[in-house]
Structures are given as structure tokens and as C-alpha cells.
């Protein structure tokens, strides 16, 4: 009982000068170049499940979908106008059947939340859902379509869901619709190999008509990609996070902002 009352007055001792710090930190930022692109690994979530001894996997979920309503909602006071996020990779179908479908249903009830959320409409939030979007349950296409359709015209902020998503997919797939372009155009094998390079596969990606992201972002201590914007992610910048998604505070991507920043961006050059 005593270490739990000196650990209560710990945490309110320190607050204000956490607080204190996120506001020069926030300040810092604003001043500085901020990305306009930034995509998300949404790592950790099972793992904070099981540290903090919760009876479902699921529930470990459901702390990351509202995490990710807190994400959006930085992006948007820090004016950043282009989020991707990877909410349900391609080798997820491999998870038990239990966690897939709660999965499943989690995030058509988040949708439904976006779909009738007045913000999006009043931030001009464009939704994009990005991936073999067809391998998931029709009622989850059908949400997913008419949250496309309803902010189909908005041009003030982008998020891209990345559902049933794999990098290696991803530009299979680019190069499986542009063969089926140049067949529907009659264009010979030889005409469509030569006009074929970097730029001219890109019209075909997942993320067609977007910048690519000039910030990823992975939580929970794992330094790799696993395959998240594989082809667009060429020139980014990465910043890995030792945190659990759900743990990932404001002040951890104001730092990211911050590292950003700093760094000497060279395309290669």
C-alpha cells in the first residue's frame, strides 16, 4: 500500500515538468521541417496484452485502435497531411482463427466510428484502404467501400489503412495490372517492356498518386520493415521506437519529429 501511494505521488510530481517539456518539445518541432508523409508500423499490440495480463489478445487490439484515434489526431494539430498506417498485414490470416476474426470485427467497428465521425468530414479527411482488400469478409469490403466513397473528394488530409497488406504483394500486383493494361491497350510484349521503368510501375501501386512517405515509424524494439512500402520507402527515413504501440505517447513522435528533423536527407545523392 505505501509503495503504491509513493509511486501515485511520484507520477504527480513529474507530470508538470513532463508536460512542460512536450510543450517546448512541440515548439521545437513547429519550427522545424516536418514530414508530409508518415507511415506507421503498428507494432506491439499482443505484447501488451500479455505484460499486462489481459484475459484476450483482442483487448491488446483494441488499446492500438484507440492509440491510433490519438495518432490521427496529433497529425492533425501538427499538420501533417498524409498518414499510412499498417493495421493487418498479409501474413496476419496465419494468427488463430479467434484473433483474426475479432481483428476483423474491430476494425469494421473503427471504420463505422471514421464513417460517422463529423471530423473527418470537417478536416476534409480523404480514406484510403490499401491492400488485397478482397481476401477480407464482404460486410468488412462493403463498410471499407463506403468509407472510401463517402471521402472520396476530401483534399486536406489523407490516411491510408493498409488491410491484407504485403510489400512483395504490393508491386506483384502492380506488375500483374500493368501487363493487364498494356494487353486491354493491345500493346505487343516487346512495347511493353520497353516503356516499362521506376516511374511507369509506380502508376500501379497500391498508393498510386501519393508522395512517398518521407518518415516510417515502427514501435516495440523490432528494426525492420517486414515489407511495409517496400518499393516506396526507398529514400525514407526510419525511426525506431522501443515502446509497444499502445504505450507510444505524443512526446515519443514529437522526438521522432525531432530526429527527423536533423537528419541530412540525400535521395541517394
Known amino acids: 500500500m505505501w509503495d503504491f501511494a509513493k509511486a501515485r505521488v511520484k507520477n504527480y510530481v513529474k507530470q508538470p515538468f513532463y508536460s512542460l517539456y512536450e510543450r517546448r518539445l512541440e515548439e521545437k518541432v513547429m519550427s522545424l521541417e516536418r514530414p508530409k508523409h508518415v507511415g506507421v508500423i503498428l507494432d506491439g499490440n499482443r ?6 495480463k489481459f484475459s484476450k489478445l483482442i483487448d491488446g487490439h483494441k488499446k492500438g485502435a484507440d492509440k491510433l484515434e490519438e495518432f490521427m489526431e496529433w497529425c492533425f494539430e501538427l499538420d501533417i497531411p498524409i498518414i499510412t498506417i499498417w493495421a493487418f498485414s498479409i501474413d496476419n490470416f496465419h494468427r488463430s482463427e479467434e484473433e483474426v ?33 478482397e481476401l477480407l469478409p464482404q460486410d468488412l469490403q462493403d463498410t471499407i467501400r463506403e468509407a472510401e466513397e463517402k471521402t ?6 489523407v490516411l491510408n ?19 493487364d493494361d498494356c494487353a486491354d491497350k493491345g500493346q505487343d510484349l516487346q512495347t511493353c ?32 520493415l517486414s515489407g511495409f512500402l517496400l518499393w516506396q520507402s526507398a529514400h525514407s527515413e ?32
Open 47 to 52: 505484447r501488451y496484452a500479455r505484460v499486462n
Open 101 to 133: 476474426e475479432g481483428l476483423f470485427k474491430l476494425i469494421k467497428r473503427h471504420t463505422e466510428l471514421l464513417i460517422n465521425d463529423q471530423k473527418i468530414y470537417d478536416r476534409k479527411v480523404k480514406l484510403r484502404y490499401i491492400g488485397r482488400i
Open 152 to 157: 472520396k473528394h476530401h483534399d486536406r488530409f
Open 161 to 179: 489503412i493498409a488491410l491484407a497488406y504485403g510489400g512483395r504483394e504490393e508491386i506483384t500486383d502492380a506488375f500483374q495490372r500493368y501487363m
Open 193 to 224: 517492356r520497353d516503356k516499362l521503368d521506376p516511374d511507369e510501375l509506380s502508376k500501379y501501386l497500391y498508393t498510386s498518386g501519393l508522395p512517398e512517405p518521407d518518415l516510417i515509424i515502427r514501435t516495440s524494439g523490432e528494426i525492420r
Open 238 to 269: 526510419f525511426y525506431f521506437c522501443d515502446l509497444l504501440w499502445p504505450e507510444f505517447r505524443r512526446m515519443d513522435f514529437l522526438r521522432a519529429l525531432r530526429v527527423y528533423a536533423a537528419r541530412q536527407r540525400r535521395y541517394g545523392r
